[in-house]
């Protein structure tokens, strides 16, 4: 028996022990096993690579229920960061909106204030003198508020395209 004929038959024992549910997933496995058997083939390693993988139904089975899960909580745990990153993005891109808005309206009042006593800071709307308050960015508030705002929709922006495309999926 030829190469090509015991790499088609160990993937037709393969892909019959997968179960019938997963068949976006088998087919990925399938067609990864038989593109590294047919390189092992071409380099005259098909059987060592064979007995490498070991019986079709073993190799398959590590590809079943307990991958899939782990798959899934993987799936579940990356989107749950994108999300937290989403959100905490957009609160930030709002919040310097706002600043910028407001630096336009009233500039002398707001900025980034740092306290020479204790060393906290303020973003946004500090009234009246305060000799403890230094402003940082001065003139730059603007700037600095407009571009932190768009940075923060670009990674909105970033992971809204993700969770479309890996729905499509």
Known sequence: MNDAARIEIYLIKMRTAFPPCSNADTDDVIRETKSHLL???AEGRLEEALSALGAPEQYAAKFSDNS?????????????????LSVCACV????????????IANPAD???????????FVLGLY???NPNLRDV??????????????????????QARWLMGRHKS
């Not at 899939?68 to 937290?84: D, G, K, P, V």
């Open 68 to 84: 899939l899960i782990q798959n899934s909580l993987f799936s579940l745990a990356e989107i749950a960061f994108r999300m937290s």
């Open 110 to 120: 707001v900025g980034l204030w740092i306290s020479s006593v204790d060393r906290h």
């Open 137 to 158: 960015l001065g003139p730059l508030m603007l700037p600095a508020a407009l571009l932190t705002s768009g940075v923060c929709f670009v990674i909105i922006y970033g």
């Open 127 to 129: 009234e009246g003198a």
């Open 92 to 103: 930030i891109a709002v919040i310097f909106l706002i600043a910028a808005i407001m630096e």
């Open 39 to 41: 390189e092992r083939s």
